[in-house]
């Protein structure tokens, strides 16, 4: 079969000779959909999602074609075999619709009702077709359960049971950039085992985003990267991309490896030198509310062209440490403090000034990531990190990229460069 086929010859091939051929060639379903990219690989993936028994994974770039060859495997799958439960899983239920939109489409071409003619002795039609749910004429189950079933990651799978379950970029940009988000989504996934009917399978598609994503726990990825499909991505297409994202991101999505450190800015951190070093100098407060971020507070010298920088860290509220915080301002007889007012308006800093701490407001508005390599970066040869810094502080600052999950730390110092004495130009000033 090949791409216009008209049902007609499809009828005339016979049920047996039909099977036969859509089971060598199960992407010829695909081209009869009229998705007029044709390429050898998406035989093999169509042949694995509709024919497999196993649970199997498969990783490929973005803009592949996966989700569509997918799209179309489900479609034969529920004429071929409208007896098995299918469930589909994809991140948001959004994601879901759009692709049990195209399914049903699918089902309702005069092609696809040709071929279930030729199998069935009737052509199919759809019985239920939501959103979430899809049944057709075919199917003869007592239960009455539905044939597909589709839904977000974080929909309800309690006491449901399925003969094969199909996740379809369940990971992606949320599971780069929060360890919460890759432990939920690896939560949901292990439940899957619980939801699989004996003799079930598992068959996952998507893109890897992180070297502790949910593709960690999955068995072992069969991939295509950027190179093995170029009808879908050129050598030119693929340079464009590649200038515009990280290496990391680039390597991940399209090249599906990991490289963690590749787009580190920060290596190899000087400690050691007393705290003394610290004393007079200026702090900053870079305050967390809610949420997973932390309040990080940093104090810098400058003394003999050296940066001498004292940090602080905990996950906990500004007002939970505020006390200690101007505790350790006395301490080190600090000259101020520096805090931005974007997010509170003020409130923290009226706090501290409250407790006799000489705090200088500032409202930011510049791009953080900016920010952190143009003052940090520009400074780091020549920072030395003082005795009782938190090594927590220190390893936000070494592991941050452009996609770091927390930024506190780098963001503290970086501001601190950038507000007191120690900015362009003013290295030798004490005061404003």
């Known amino acids: ?42 035989g093999e993936w169509m042949r694995e999602m509709v024919f497999g028994t196993n649970d199997y994974t498969l990783q490929a770039f973005r803009g592949s ?3 569509t060859c997918l799209s179309a495997a489900l479609a034969l799958k529920m004429v ?43 052509p199919v ?33 309690t006491g449901k049971h399925y003969d094969e ?12 950039k929060s360890r919460a988000e ?41 991939k295509w990267d950027y190179r093995t499909i170029p009808e879908a991505l050129t050598e030119e297409d693929a340079d464009h991309l590649r200038e515009r994202m990280t290496p990391s991101l680039w390597a991940a999505n399209y090249e599906l490896r990991h490289i963690p450190s590749d787009d580190v800015i920060f290596t190899n951190p000087k400690t ?22 932390y309040t990080a507070f940093t104090v810098m010298t400058k003394r003999d062209g050296k940066f001498y920088v004292y940090g602080r860290m905990w996950r906990k509220h500004v007002d939970d440490v505020t006390p200690l915080i101007c505790s350790e301002f006395e301490r080190l007889r600090l000259i101020r403090l520096f805090m931005e007012t974007n997010a ?26 900016i920010k952190i390599v143009t003052y940090l970066k520009k400074a780091w040869p020549d920072i030395v990190f003082v005795e009782g810094t938190d090594e927590a502080y220190i390893n936000q600052i070494t592991d941050y990229t452009e996609d770091a999950e927390h930024d506190d730390a780098p963001d503290s110092a970086a501001s601190l460069l950038r507000q007191g004495r120690f900015r362009e130009g003013r290295y030798n000033s004490p005061f404003d």
């Open 165 to 176: 379950i199909f996740t379809d970029d369940i990971v992606n940009r949320k599971d780069r």
């Open 344 to 369: 509170d308006k003020g409130y923290a800093a009226r706090t501290f000034k409250s407790m006799g701490v000489r705090v200088s407001q500032y409202t930011e508005k510049e791009n953080k990531y």
């Open 80 to 122: 071929l075999y409208p007896n098995r439960r299918i469930a589909f899983m994809r991140k948001t239920d959004t994601d879901v619709k759009e692709v049990m939109t195209q399914i049903q489409k699918m089902l309702v071409r005069e092609e696809t009702r040709a071929i279930s003619q030729a199998v069935w002795g009737v």
């Open 65 to 67: 074609g996966k989700t």
């Open 125 to 157: 039609r759809l019985v239920v077709a939501t959103q979430s749910e899809i049944t057709t004429n075919l199917t003869n189950d007592p239960r009455g359960a539905a044939q597909l079933t589709g839904m977000g990651i974080n929909g309800s799978i």
């Open 272 to 293: 050691g030198a007393p705290q003394s070093m610290v004393e007079d100098g200026e702090g900053h407060v870079d305050a967390a509310y809610y949420g997973e971020d």
């Open 1 to 42: 079969m090949a791409t216009g086929t008209n049902p007609h010859d499809i009828d005339e091939l016979g049920a047996e000779r039909l099977l036969g051929a859509l089971r060598k060639h199960p992407e010829s379903f695909l081209y009869l959909m009229w998705f007029m990219r044709e390429t050898p690989v998406y």
């Open 182 to 222: 890759r432990e939920q989504t690896k939560s949901v996934y292990m439940e899957l085992q619980n939801i699989k009917n004996r003799g079930g399978r598992i068959m996952n598609t998507g893109t890897p985003w992180h070297i502790e994503d949910c593709f960690s726990i999955m068995p072992e990825p069969h």
